[in-house]
């Protein structure tokens, strides 16, 4: 019963020793998230950086308020730490205490798992990376996704063409809507698209804010796919109620083109750069100055012309032509240097192939907006880094959280069982601390006591210790030698196996001496006890998380096989998780063989000292005479 209270006992001494290491695992094994956690009802968050220095997007060109695209996918993103909606998901400026508005175009968190969200930057800077934060995992958390924050007054419309009906919906607060719908596309550049054949354009409703007055400065930015080489098209059309004057977008034999046509005099064009490929997504962007005219693809300028846009009521049209009142005039002779004007075409075709995401500024956004729309929308987009994520929990916030949560069912059973190897070394080490530390102090004691009784009965051999000291010593190893040393001797004087001059006889001795030596190892076998358990957790414990290593790495790369994913973000977690097995086995087998090497030179000192002991008993036995005297007391 001893044995098993001492056992419980050092459970419980155990239980608090664990959890005093696992804080300081936890602290020590993980960069401690910053001081500043923007608010505790949120348990997840990772920094995004915004890279437009020359590791990232390489702009160098001034930026200022853009609105940057999140998607968030299996790879960088765990759609079961979030709701199921999304609607907890937070964006918080660099400081980590500014809201930023954002919102979301489209969130899949059971299915697909992927989200696309639209996050407002206030202020981009140019040739470095700006940081900010994304936040979640709090069920109690309200929607608060806002389209008309995200974007600024001189948005006049941001078509996402996410509709089930067809029917593109203005997400700024100009409430600019179409009024006919489009073939929804499933695989847009960003997430759903439009896709035309040629046949029905997308009329816009009547509104104000999108008609034109002369010279206005204006941004128009559209994604687009189209289907036939070399395709001539209108991308956008919008003549006004004369159905003269005319803003149009399209595509000469592949080539982009901006035209403006005034009410009287002749058009003003420009276009250039070699013909988009079909079947690829092209980013096509035009800004009209007061007396200007610009063309990009993908973020380059192809084409410039002198003039400026007209006045114009007209109500627009996407993927086609407005009807055109009367012959069309002749194009204005191109200035010096300039691309020649190409001749008007009346009717024009409609556009056939694929768009996404329009948007219509009232102002000129600057030429490093137009680069990071393409960095951050594009297919091979590379403005944001997404860095590790952290976790506020129990055990604070660093990689910790990230570990556990990519633990998979494999290593978990693993590391169970080196976690339950860990619990039963650390009662070993508990338990044979307490017991040698109890034999080693009650060996002193009782040396102390023996020498006072030797000087008490200077004439006995081996004189017994008092009744109640015995039961003080018992621990004593000594003591247990020494006892058994005590009744051998007795039992021959007792018996009468001694000389006749009292004495011990020789064969008597080794007799003597062959019970202390087996008392003195059955002494050492109490002190080694349970040390198997340290020599299994030392052996085993590395093979056993080894094992579980290569399981985990296994299971991984076949899960990237399956799902066809190939990405840091993807490998990183499953591969260090599965690291966490080979963590654990070291951590079994590192404190198991420090402490078996400490026991075993404690337990090797005491077990020196009882031979000591066993000699210096022997030696006291044959060097003396028991005379008259020691029999009568013998015989007492």
Not at 281 to 310: C, F
Not at 605 to 612: I, K, L, Q
């Amino acid at each position: 019963m001893s044995g098993i209270n001492r056992l419980f006992n050092g459970l419980k001494r155990t239980s608090v020793a664990c959890a005093l290491a696992l804080v300081a695992v936890c602290l020590l094994a993980g960069p401690a998230a910053a001081a500043d956690w923007w608010n505790a009802d949120w348990q997840y968050r990772v920094k995004i950086d915004a890279d437009a220095g020359p590791k990232g997007a390489n702009v160098g060109e001034a930026i200022g308020r853009t609105q940057v695209l999140i998607r968030l996918t299996q790879g960088n993103f765990k759609f079961d730490s979030a709701k199921q909606d999304g609607s907890d998901i937070r964006f918080v400026a660099g400081d980590d205490k500014t809201p930023l508005h954002y919102h979301v175009e489209k969130y899949d968190g059971l299915v697909d798992q992927v989200a696309l969200i639209w996050v407002d930057v206030p202020d981009l800077a140019p040739g470095t990376a700006s940081s900010f934060f994304m936040y979640w995992g709090n069920d109690k958390a309200a929607d608060t996704s806002d389209s008309k924050a995200t974007y600024d007054p001189d948005q006049l419309l941001v078509w996402h063409f996410g509709e089930q009906n067809g029917l593109p919906r203005d997400a700024t607060g100009y409430n600019n809507n179409g009024l006919t719908p489009g073939m929804r596309d499933e695989a847009g550049i960003v997430g759903f698209g439009v896709k035309f054949t040629g046949a029905a354009p997308i009329k816009f409703a009547p509104s104000e804010p999108l008609k034109l007055t002369a010279a206005q400065p204006l941004t128009w930015q559209i994604w687009a796919k189209p289907a036939p080489l070399n395709q001539t098209g209108v991308l956008f059309d919008q003549r006004d109620s004369g159905g003269v004057a005319d803003f149009q977008v399209g595509l000469s034999g592949g080539v982009p083109y901006v035209q403006a046509t005034p009410a009287t005099g002749a058009p003003v064009r420009a276009q250039g750069g070699a013909a988009i490929t079909g079947d690829t997504w092209h980013l096509i962007t035009v800004t009209a100055a007061p007396d200007k005219l610009r063309i990009y693809v993908d973020a380059n300028k192809v084409g410039e012309a002198p003039g400026a846009l007209s006045a114009n009521d007209g109500t627009p049209i996407l993927g086609g032509a407005a009807p055109v009142a009367g012959p069309a005039p002749a194009a204005t002779p191109a200035a010096p240097g300039a691309v020649p004007a190409a001749p008007v075409v009346a009717p024009p075709a409609n556009f056939t192939g694929e768009l996404d995401e329009l948007q219509i500024s009232k102002v000129v956004r600057p030429d490093g907006e137009i680069a990071i729309a393409l960095h951050s929308q594009g297919p091979n987009a590379n403005l944001l880094v997404f860095e590790t994520p952290e976790q506020t929990s129990a055990f604070g916030s660093g990689y910790i959280g990230i570990l556990l949560k990519s633990i998979t069912p494999d290593a978990e059973f693993v590391i169970g069982i080196l976690m339950v190897m860990m619990l039963i070394s650390w009662v070993v080490m508990t338990d044979r601390a307490i017991f040698i530390s109890k034999v080693r102090r009650a060996n002193k004691r009782f040396r102390l006591n023996l020498r006072e009784t030797m000087k008490r009965h200077g004439n006995e051999i081996l004189p017994p210790l008092p009744v109640d000291q015995g039961r003080t010593l018992r621990s004593s190893s000594l003591f247990n030698i020494y006892d058994t040393g005590v009744r051998e001797v007795h039992d021959r004087l007792q018996g009468g196996r001694c000389l006749p001059d009292g004495s011990i006889a020789p064969q008597s001795l080794a007799a003597i001496r062959s019970s202390m030596d087996a008392q003195m190892i059955r002494e050492g076998q109490k002190l080694s006890a349970r040390m198997v358990f340290l020599t299994i957790a030392i052996a085993g414990g590395p093979f056993i998380g080894l094992l579980g290593t290569v399981v985990g790495v296994m299971i991984t790369f076949a899960a990237i096989a399956a799902s066809g994913d190939v990405n840091v973000n993807s490998i990183a977690p499953g591969i260090a998780a599965a690291l966490l097995a080979t963590v654990a086995g070291l951590a079994v087998a590192i404190p198991s063989l420090f402490g078996y090497n400490y026991f075993q030179t404690r337990i090797k000192e005491t077990t020196a000292d009882m031979s000591v002991f066993v000699d210096e008993i022997v030696t006291r036995i044959a060097e003396g005479n028991l005379g008259r005297d020691v029999q009568a007391k013998a015989a007492e």
